[in-house]
Nanobody
Framework: VPLVESGGGLVQSGGSLRLSCVAS????????MAWYREAPGEERHVVAS???????YYKTSVRDRFTISRDHSKNTLYLQMDSLKPEDTATYYC???????????WGQGTQVTVSS
């Protein structure tokens, strides 16, 4: 499995969670990495991404609440999620890609549930 996520769980509205994603050795520091999420009845979409040089993108609805970061020395991607809302409830997937892509490799997903 190229990517392994952890850190999901159940949290109350307004709470915080930090997701982690450990990448296997086949995914180098030159890869772009991203967090996607998929809620029931919705398509999977990018929540945040980070390039190999640290450039970031955030979906508008999570900007100022979520922070994506990566530790090259540990080959690990993080997503700090603060001020969580019930609409953030979804399965969150870690992904990595080469060149301009974000989705060459996928993790198995981790469930995040935010109660109101």
């Amino acid at each position: 499995v190229p990517l392994v996520e952890s850190g999901g769980g159940l949290v109350q509205s307004g709470g915080s969670l930090r997701l982690s994603c450990v990448a296997s050795g086949s995914i180098t520091g030159r890869a772009n990495m991203a967090w996607y999420r998929e809620a029931p009845g919705e398509e999977r979409h990018v929540v945040a991404s980070i390039s190999s040089t640290g450039g970031t993108y955030y979906k508008t609805s999570v900007r100022d609440r979520f922070t994506i970061s990566r530790d090259h020395s540990k080959n690990t991607l993080y997503l700090q999620m603060d001020s969580l809302k019930p609409e953030d409830t979804a399965t969150y997937y870690c992904a990595a890609g080469n060149d301009d892509r974000l989705d060459d490799f996928w993790g198995q997903g981790t469930q995040v549930t935010v109660s109101s």
